[in-house]
């Protein structure tokens, strides 16, 4: 661990896990916060997709991320108005996150019977 890490990690007053479900928190309300409202189309919707997994995968602890947008929301045609501003419902976000020695899988989808998109852990692991 660097000297900054190790800064860092003074500063959380928690568990390896709960340390982990936050850092998992902060990547999946970056996608929703920060690329909602992105204009896209069919043949943008795969760099759009590549795009918001590279902006988080630089993020810290950030081991696996996996981001597909339902090609069912784009318009069909070829015209300058074939396209469609990206919404939570669209998106579907799996990642992994490795704190210390714990390790998250989170998810962000919509969930037809909410109708909502939610976020939430899905697994946690530990290593002893």
Known sequence: MSEKEEMADSYFHCTEGERAAFEAG???ATVYHQFVGTPFNSASLES???CIEEAIAVQPYVEDVNVRIDP???PQGDDIFAY???TGEMISVELTIRAKGARIKAVMRQIPELNYPLMY???IERSE
Request: overall charge neutral; cysteine-free; hydrophobic content about 40%.
């Open 121 to 123: 852990i899905e697994g």
């Open 72 to 74: 069912g929301s784009i």
């Open 48 to 50: 759009l997709e590549r």
């Open 26 to 28: 902060i990547k999946l």
């Open 84 to 86: 469609s501003s990206l």
